[in-house]
Structure formats: C-alpha cells, structure tokens
C-alpha cells in the first residue's frame, strides 16, 4: 500500500470516529443540557396521552430544573468559575453544594 492510499484510509477512519463520536454527543444530550433527562420523560408523556394535562407535573419538573441549573451557572460566572455549567461527572457534587436553591423553591 503506498503512503498517500495509508493516509487516505486513516483520515477516512479519523473522520469516521469524530464522526460517531459526534451521533454519540447528540443523542446524549445531558452533556450541554442538565435538563435533558426530564424533557425526555415530559416528550414521552405528551407522545402517550392525548389529555395533556397529565403532563403538567413533567413540565413544571423541567422548570424547576432549568432554574436550579440557570441559578447555579449565573452564580459559578459571578465567582469566576469555569465552566459555569459543570462537566456531567461533576453535576451531582454541584447539586449537592447548591441543594439549598432545591430546598427554597
């Protein structure tokens, strides 16, 4: 195999993991939004029923999370600290520091 067809295959291959790793990224969305997980349950709930006022607990879940999370990346950007939306690993300590917003609503 000649050097230039070897660098073809291992761009193709480079471009082929960025790129499932990037399918991956989008259907994992909790990585960008804390809230995903809860907009799932409140799309599969208005998915299943026709009366959508079932779904009203979901929604005001999802309210009540981005709040919390609005709260905590304003506050985390006022102390300098970055990122001001923490990595998915570090989210339960965070929340664990801020229950109080949790606790006030």
Known sequence: MSTTEEIRRQN?????RNKND???????G?????????GQLTLRCLHNT??????EEYGKNVRM???????VMK???RKGIMPVLPAVDDREKVMEEYK??????
Not at 12 to 16: D, L, P, T, W
Not at 23 to 28: A, E, G, L, Y
Not at 50 to 55: I, Q, V
């Open 100 to 105: 109080h917003l949790l606790e006030n609503s």
């Open 30 to 38: 909790s990585e960008k939004n804390p809230c995903y997980e809860e």
């Open 75 to 77: 506050d985390r950007k």
């Open 65 to 71: 999370c981005r709040y919390f999370w609005r709260t």
């Open 12 to 16: 193709f291959e480079r471009f082929e």
């Open 50 to 55: 026709k009366d959508k006022s079932e779904c």
């Open 22 to 28: 990037f399918k991956q990224r989008m259907k994992d």
